[in-house]
T-cell receptor, first 112, second 114 residues
Framework: GAVVSQHPSWVICKSGTSVKIECRSLDFQATTMFWYRQFPKQSLMLMATSNEGSKATYEQGVEKDKFLINHASLTLSTLTVTSAHPEDSSFYIC????????FGQGTRLTVV | GNSVTQMEGPVTLSEEAFLTINCTYTATGYPSLFWYVQYPGEGLQLLLKATKADDKGSNKGFEATYRKETTSFHLEKGSVQVSDSAVYFCALSDAGGGYNKLIFGAGTRLAVHP
């Protein structure tokens, strides 16, 4: 099946710094990718839809200046958590659709 | 709006027991329905899917039937194994699910003991 690779799989950063997470579709082109956030023992909540060559569409309540999304090519979308704070610690997962959604392995972000 | 409701977990079973995880949905139109599985520390993997009423999705011994009359997509397996321990998410996508976002249920944690 289709492969979506997410990097890094985990990251620890200091409060106030920024962290970039990459999501790549390895064997197909994805004009649209999705970024989800998952709190411990909870479901996935859609944060934003990443559109190649245009601005991302954010879900209600998600700060677009806090979570910067760039989808500069058909195989790469990046999520940058700016000025991270401990409450941003979470599991972030991307997905890309080719017929159906395929997910990356997720990135566990811990802000200390 | 569209939504998915799953039975609360955790579900704890002995190996070789029968598994049912209930899932119901609310949606306009004709959504596609999915079950995803998440093993500890990993992302989600598509387990099975169904795109229209009465379709049965199946994979690795798991199966689920798209029931429009009851708006349900219950996950079943006849004999679970310890390796099936994971969190299972029911999800829907409207307009065929091709390029649309997924709406997830809360997830059901399954623990299988030897």
């Amino acid at each position: 099946g289709a492969v979506v690779s997410q990097h890094p799989s985990w990251v620890i950063c200091k409060s106030g710094t920024s962290v970039k997470i990459e999501c790549r579709s390895l064997d197909f082109q994805a004009t649209t990718m999705f970024w989800y956030r998952q709190f411990p023992k909870q479901s996935l909540m859609l944060m934003a839809t990443s559109n190649e060559g245009s601005k991302a569409t954010y879900e209600q309540g998600v700060e677009k200046d806090k979570f910067l999304i760039n989808h500069a090519s058909l195989t790469l979308s990046t999520l940058t958590v700016t000025s991270a704070h401990p409450e941003d610690s979470s599991f972030y997962i991307c997905s890309a659709n080719t017929g159906y959604a395929f997910f990356g392995q997720g990135t566990r972000l811990t802000v200390v | 709006g569209n939504s998915v409701t799953q039975m609360e977990g955790p579900v704890t079973l002995s190996e070789e027991a029968f598994l049912t995880i209930n899932c119901t949905y609310t949606a306009t139109g004709y959504p596609s329905l999915f079950w995803y599985v998440q093993y500890p520390g990993e992302g989600l993997q598509l387990l099975l899917k169904a795109t229209k009423a009465d379709d049965k999705g199946s994979n690795k011994g798991f199966e689920a039937t798209y029931r429009k009359e009851t708006t349900s997509f219950h996950l079943e397996k006849g004999s679970v194994q310890v390796s099936d321990s994971a969190v299972y998410f029911c999800a829907l996508s409207d307009a065929g699910g091709g390029y649309n976002k997924l709406i997830f249920g809360a997830g059901t944690r399954l623990a299988v003991h030897p």
